[in-house]
């Protein structure tokens, strides 16, 4: 959960603020005369907003669902890969349809 901190608030209670976010991964959005200026998160988080690769990786059939966003007409190769697998004496395969 993100919490509102004041700028004054920040100077005062410095430390406990870092520790809160190194810590318990804790969020805060400073704010000065109500208004949002800036946020501080941990180095983790700021490494998966910079750079979203780095987010944690899935594993099993959520990885190999994840990785299909990859793939733009995926269905049409999937029919393709059976079709070509229909043609091949060596193997009955079953049609799709």
Known sequence: MTKKIGV?????????????VSLKGEHFIIERKGKPM???????DLDMIEDPKKRERKKGLLAAIGAWEDFDD????VI??????????????????
């Open 38 to 44: 800036a946020a501080v998160v941990s180095v983790k």
């Open 74 to 77: 995926l269905e049409k190769m």
């Open 80 to 97: 393709e890969i059976y079709n070509g697998r229909g043609k091949a004496k060596e193997r009955g395969v079953r049609r799709l349809g």
């Open 8 to 20: 004054a608030e920040v100077k005062r209670q410095f430390s406990m603020l870092i520790s809160e």
